[in-house]
């Protein structure tokens, strides 16, 4: 599951200006009907940028803190988007 | 959701006060619920009542005119919040309270606060033991902020951060930031320097803490 996860998008605080789709180095977000969205979730590396630069601080990607070896609930489990 | 007086009864801050007391603090507790996000009050205005909180968790603030942002205190269940202020001259409220979650809190106003505590030495000794615990809290931020660097502060945020809890939460690098008083842009760069020096390993949503020795010695720096 870990390799699923990607930052949370706030549609509601989303203007729809693009930004992300942009800047994704990866190709992985696409301007949907409703707003920004993760078309290849897989290809989402992670790197913030999209949160970095979203005028509106609409995306959020967030980071749990974990022990290496550590398999408690929620060591996995992000609240954000899951592909 | 228990009334009033049922949640004084069980929570520890106020359970042993006298039944009297606890009765006439339910009396003037006024029950308010905020989403999650929302502000609850500014700093600045006028602090118009102390709070308990009685369901969520609330981030208290300050905010630069930069808009750089500094948290000063996460209150959680069965906690006081904003009596400090109530107590000034010029009852201004010195901090920004947010909801961090849903929350459900007990406002008291002001002048039923003052009242209470005239009226109950019991009162004003917990009032007191609370004052202690928050000066302690801000003395410790003090250090950290003025003492540590900020690589030494982040560690010390991940090795706390990584202990607590049975549930983990999410931190982006903006809420560490705030925590830490720092910028983001700060923060990201110490976590690459961390991973890159083996100290740490970035996995996508996880920051996987690798050496704790290593870490508990930048954490005194």
Same mark, same amino acid.
């Given at each position: 599951?870990?390799?699923?996860?990607?930052?949370?998008? %706030?549609? $509601?605080? &989303? #203007?729809? +200006?693009?930004? !992300?789709?942009?800047? /994704? *180095?990866?190709? =992985?977000?696409?301007? @949907?009907?409703?707003?920004?969205?993760?078309? %290849?979730? $897989?290809? &989402? #590396?992670? +790197?913030?940028? !999209?949160?970095?630069? /979203? *005028?509106?601080? =609409?995306?959020?990607? @967030?980071?749990?803190?974990?022990?290496?070896? %550590?398999?408690?609930?929620?060591?996995?489990?992000?609240?954000?988007?899951?592909? | 959701?228990?009334?009033?007086?049922?949640?004084?009864?069980?929570?520890?801050?106020?359970?042993?006060?006298?039944?009297?007391?606890?009765?006439?603090?339910?009396?003037?507790?006024?029950?308010?619920?905020?989403?999650?996000?929302?502000?609850?009050?500014?700093?600045?205005?006028?602090?118009?009542?102390?709070?308990?909180?009685?369901?969520?968790?609330?981030?208290?603030?300050?905010?630069?005119?930069?808009?750089?942002?500094?948290?000063?205190?996460?209150?959680?269940?069965?906690?006081?919040?904003?009596?400090?202020?109530?107590?000034?001259?010029?009852?201004?409220?010195?901090?920004?309270?947010?909801?961090?979650?849903?929350?459900?809190?007990?406002?008291?106003?002001?002048?039923?606060?003052?009242?209470?505590?005239?009226?109950?030495?019991?009162?004003?000794?917990?009032?007191?033991?609370?004052?202690?615990?928050?000066?302690?809290?801000?003395?410790?931020?003090?250090?950290?902020?003025?003492?540590?660097?900020?690589?030494?502060?982040?560690?010390?945020?991940?090795?706390?951060?990584?202990?607590?809890?049975?549930?983990?939460?999410?931190?982006?690098?903006?809420?560490?930031?705030?925590?830490?008083?720092?910028?983001?842009?700060?923060?990201?760069?110490?976590?690459?320097?961390?991973?890159?020096?083996?100290?740490?390993?970035?996995?996508?949503?996880?920051?996987?803490?690798?050496?704790?020795?290593?870490?508990?010695?930048?954490?005194?720096?």
């Amino acid at each position: 599951m870990a390799g699923c996860v990607v930052p949370y998008i %706030d549609l $509601e605080s &989303c #203007t729809r +200006c693009g930004v !992300c789709v942009d800047v /994704c *180095p990866a190709e =992985a977000v696409v301007m @949907g009907l409703a707003g920004p969205e993760f078309s %290849d979730p $897989e290809a &989402c #590396t992670y +790197c913030t940028l !999209c949160e970095t630069l /979203c *005028p509106e601080g =609409a995306i959020a990607c @967030g980071f749990v803190i974990v022990w290496e070896g %550590d398999s408690r609930r929620g060591a996995d489990g992000p609240e954000g988007g899951v592909c | 959701m228990p009334d009033a007086a049922d949640f004084i009864r069980r929570m520890p801050l106020l359970a042993n006060l006298p039944k009297d007391v606890q009765a006439r603090i339910s009396r003037r507790m006024i029950r308010r619920s905020y989403s999650a996000g929302e502000t609850i009050f500014i700093e600045g205005d006028p602090g118009r009542a102390a709070y308990l909180v009685a369901e969520g968790r609330v981030r208290v603030h300050r905010t630069s005119r930069a808009g750089r942002e500094q948290v000063l205190a996460r209150i959680g269940l069965g906690q006081l919040f904003n009596t400090v202020p109530l107590f000034r001259h010029d009852a201004r409220n010195h901090a920004t309270a947010q909801a961090a979650t849903d929350v459900t809190v007990y406002a008291i106003l002001r002048e039923d606060l003052l009242r209470l505590v005239q009226d109950s030495p019991e009162l004003a000794l917990v009032i007191l033991r609370d004052f202690a615990e928050r000066l302690d809290h801000l003395t410790n931020l003090v250090e950290d902020l003025s003492l540590r660097t900020v690589r030494g502060r982040l560690a010390r945020f991940l090795l706390v951060h990584a202990k607590e809890g049975t549930v983990r939460r999410q931190w982006t690098q903006e809420e560490m930031a705030s925590e830490l008083g720092t910028v983001r842009d700060v923060i990201g760069r110490a976590l690459r320097s961390f991973a890159s020096e083996g100290l740490i390993r970035m996995d996508r949503h996880r920051i996987v803490l690798v050496d704790r020795e290593g870490l508990e010695s930048e954490s005194d720096s």
